[in-house]
């Protein structure tokens, strides 16, 4: 299985733009990456996906380099209900299986 | 739009019972569905993949008789767990795929499962 790295967690404070990288090194040529967010007891929510360089929404942007084995999700002016385990997710370069990351814990302080 | 839904969100049964869960997309139609399982403080683990009218593809380590998992409809997929324990208490999350859109996945809300 293919695999995803990420920081288990990270601190930040309100109003600070948060960046979290993801390094997956199998990623397939045709897949996309895409970001979701989860709260305690919850199912995740989709933030953002992509395939190549930047894409940016309402919420907020995604860096991918042109080689692709990584991605980082850029979080503009934090607020504490950012407080949130973010995982990025790709589908396995050697079959069609999705896998999750380990999750970064991204603690939001005031 | 895109919305899934779980039902029940949570459920407490007596060890040796089976326990029904249902997912369903609401305003789209998913050809595919997926189910996880997420223990406390551990990222979602893909239990089996399900597609509309055929049958179910389980990962490595899940066993399909435990885990029976019927997809009838382009809107519901059910998981049901078989005659169970309480090391099968967990809190399990579907997913659909928007048809179309390969890589997009939206997830229920989630259905915790105690079982005594």
């Known amino acids: 299985l293919a695999k995803t790295t990420q920081p288990i967690s990270m601190d930040s404070y309100e109003g600070q733009e948060v960046n979290i990288t993801c390094s997956h090194n199998?990623?397939?040529?045709?897949?996309?990456i895409t970001w979701y967010q989860q709260f305690p007891s919850q199912g995740p929510r989709f933030i953002i996906q992509g395939y190549k360089t930047k894409v940016t929404n309402e919420v907020a942007s995604l860096f991918i380099p042109a080689d692709r084995k990584s991605s980082t999700l850029s979080l503009p002016r934090v607020s504490l209900s950012d407080t949130a385990v973010y995982y990025c997710l790709v589908r396995d370069n050697y079959g069609q299986n999705f896998v999750f990351g380990p999750g970064t814990r991204l603690s939001v302080l005031p | 739009g895109a919305v899934v839904s779980q039902h029940p969100s949570w459920v407490i049964c007596k060890s040796g019972t089976s326990v029904k869960i249902e997912c369903r997309s609401l305003d789209f139609q998913a050809t595919t569905m997926f189910w996880y399982r997420q223990f406390p403080k551990q990222s979602l683990m893909l239990m089996a993949t399900s597609n509309e009218g055929s049958k179910a593809t389980y990962e490595q380590g899940v066993e399909k008789d435990k885990f029976l998992i019927n997809h009838a409809s382009l809107t519901l997929s059910t998981l049901t767990v078989t005659s169970a324990h309480p090391e099968d208490s967990s809190f399990y999350i579907c997913?659909?795929?928007?048809?179309?859109?390969?890589?997009?996945?939206?997830f229920g809300p989630g259905t915790r499962l105690t079982v005594l």
């Open positions: 199998n990623i397939a040529t045709n897949d996309y």
């Open positions: 997913s659909a795929r928007l048809a179309g859109m390969v890589d997009t996945q939206y």
